[in-house]
């Protein structure tokens, strides 16, 4: 793990098998700024066949992001990234077709098909990553935490023990400085894959841990909701904003509607999330893959809670 980097500053770096070789050629990657934090958030791929096509429209919805804002130096990707992820090959095409063309920094969730719960897959996920080590013990590279520019994200792993980590959080949320605290998890808690008694303990957790935003995955259509004291609220500086970010892969579910929506997109396109945060406060921005925005607020309030304009 990389220590002590500097804010705003490119690095150059090479990975090899070992201190002999062979190593790979010179990649590049640029801290986040201070005065200007900008993120890229995307969901499942989980392609039913491993066809070029599926690898080449997440990589056209991750330049769309790019081209709406090119100051991004990092990406999110929320899990079930592939179908099977104890087939090495499938990371190989992964590795050769998306993320050695990305140049960006990455950092990837572990969904369903990556879950703990599954060990022959969870090794697979964890032996291609360097996550950070700062979660839970039996979890490590699934439960994590971070400082990126003025945001902190905390990566929560819905498939298994969630009450441990929403202990953790409490703690975790306690120890940055950053403006903004954001979670991220697979699965979306205001979306149709979670139980009455799931939303209530997440939404609980975040609300006491001054968390603005929660982004899952999995439903595979982009919606959003704020929450405070378990009830919808439009325009108050409490509680927290749940999105679910929509696919960035060619499968989608049916569009299903539920009490608690303020904005859904039904459109069965790839969608993806600019997270920018600066002095203005934190703008969310979603775009599907031709260039449509698709939903944008900004969280004007640097407190507890939300502000949303």
Known sequence: ?????????????????????????????????????????????????????????????????REKNDRGRLMLQLGNFVRKASHIESWQDRFEHMISKWNLISAHIAGESESYTRKERVGTFKGFFNL????????????????????????????????????????????????????????????????????????????????????????????????????????????????????AGSEFKEVQRFEWDQAVHEEKVPTGIVLQANAAGLTVAAYDINGNEVDSFRMSSRTNGNGIE
């Open 132 to 247: 950070p080590k700062n979660g839970l013990n039996h979890l490590q590279e699934l439960n994590y935490s971070f400082d990126y520019g003025d945001i902190h994200v905390a990566v929560i792993h819905t498939a298994a023990d969630l009450d441990e980590q929403l202990a953790w959080l409490k703690e975790d949320m306690q120890t940055t400085q950053a403006s903004w605290k954001v979670v991220v998890g697979h699965h979306s808690f205001y979306g149709g894959n979670r139980t009455e008694a799931e939303r209530k303990k997440m939404t609980d957790a975040l609300q006491e841990s001054g968390v603005h935003l929660y982004i899952g995955g999995n439903d595979r259509m982009y919606r959003r909701t704020v929450m405070f004291d378990h009830a919808k609220t439009d325009n108050d500086r409490h509680g927290t904003t749940f999105i679910s970010a929509g696919t």
């Open 1 to 65: 793990m990389l220590l002590d980097l500097q804010a705003g500053t490119a690095y150059e770096y090479r990975y090899g098998l070992s201190e002999k070789g062979p190593w790979s050629k010179v990649y590049t990657f640029e801290t986040a700024s201070l005065d200007e934090t900008v993120i890229y958030v995307l969901g499942d791929l989980e392609p039913a066949y491993e066809l070029p096509e599926d690898f080449k429209r997440f990589n056209e919805m991750l330049e769309v992001l």
